[in-house]
């Protein structure tokens, strides 16, 4: 027998060894034990933050803040969003967020902040919605007829028409 056989049977002889350790171990493996798990979701109303003491509102820099029909709204860097009736302090929304600009309509305002954080409180409702439209900083917002126009870093620009959020522009070299 010439080495060129005896090379290719021990390479043959290898892989034969490899894939029957392989196809044994699938084979012979036991099957995994199933587990049952019962998941119950019960909702549960979140409670609206009301503190006792309002100096624990202002516990966190002011970013900004604007004025309402009916009210004043502060946005903090690290809090939250603050709003004044005219008689009292309440934090409308607790979600720790760094916020850096609020604009106002008559019945709604309009706050961003970093990683595009998008709050919008409506005078009318008493809602607030949040969502994140973007992995760009937005530093500025002013309001328009129906919504807003918002903008941030490395020229990102959003436009908040009739409640609905639409991208104006990005791309631009500069931050706005």
């Not at 009916?70 to 939250?80: E, K």
């Not at 309440?90 to 008559?106: E, H, I, Y």
């Given at each position: 027998m010439s080495w060129r056989v005896a090379a290719a049977l021990a390479v043959l002889s290898v892989l034969a060894a490899a894939g029957i350790g392989l196809g044994s171990g699938r084979l012979f493996r036991p099957s995994p034990t199933p587990h049952v798990v019962s998941v119950t979701f019960t909702p549960a109303?979140?409670?609206?933050?009301?503190p006792i003491d309002e100096a624990t509102l202002f516990r966190q820099p002011l970013s900004a803040g604007c004025a309402t029909a009916q009210g004043v709204w502060i946005v903090t860097n690290g809090g939250g969003l603050l709003r004044?009736?005219?008689d009292t302090w309440q934090q409308v929304?607790?979600?720790?967020r760094s916020l850096t600009n609020v604009a106002c309509?008559?019945?709604a305002a309009y706050a961003v902040g970093l990683l595009g954080a998008i709050l919008i409180g409506d005078e009318q409702t008493r809602?607030?919605?949040?969502?994140?439209?973007?992995?760009?900083?937005?530093?500025?917002?002013?309001?328009?007829?129906?919504?807003a126009l918002m903008v941030?870093?490395?020229?990102?620009?959003?436009?908040?028409?009739?409640?609905?959020?639409?991208?104006?522009?990005?791309?631009?070299?500069?931050?706005?």
């Amino acid at each position: 027998m010439s080495w060129r056989v005896a090379a290719a049977l021990a390479v043959l002889s290898v892989l034969a060894a490899a894939g029957i350790g392989l196809g044994s171990g699938r084979l012979f493996r036991p099957s995994p034990t199933p587990h049952v798990v019962s998941v119950t979701f019960t909702p549960a109303p979140t409670p609206s933050p009301s503190p006792i003491d309002e100096a624990t509102l202002f516990r966190q820099p002011l970013s900004a803040g604007c004025a309402t029909a009916q009210g004043v709204w502060i946005v903090t860097n690290g809090g939250g969003l603050l709003r004044y009736d005219g008689d009292t302090w309440q934090q409308v929304d607790g979600t720790l967020r760094s916020l850096t600009n609020v604009a106002c309509s008559p019945d709604a305002a309009y706050a961003v902040g970093l990683l595009g954080a998008i709050l919008i409180g409506d005078e009318q409702t008493r809602q607030i919605r949040s969502t994140d439209v973007t992995t760009q900083d937005l530093f500025g917002v002013s309001s328009l007829p129906d919504g807003a126009l918002m903008v941030g870093s490395n020229g990102t620009v959003f436009v908040l028409d009739n409640g609905d959020i639409q991208i104006f522009a990005k791309g631009i070299d500069e931050s706005l």
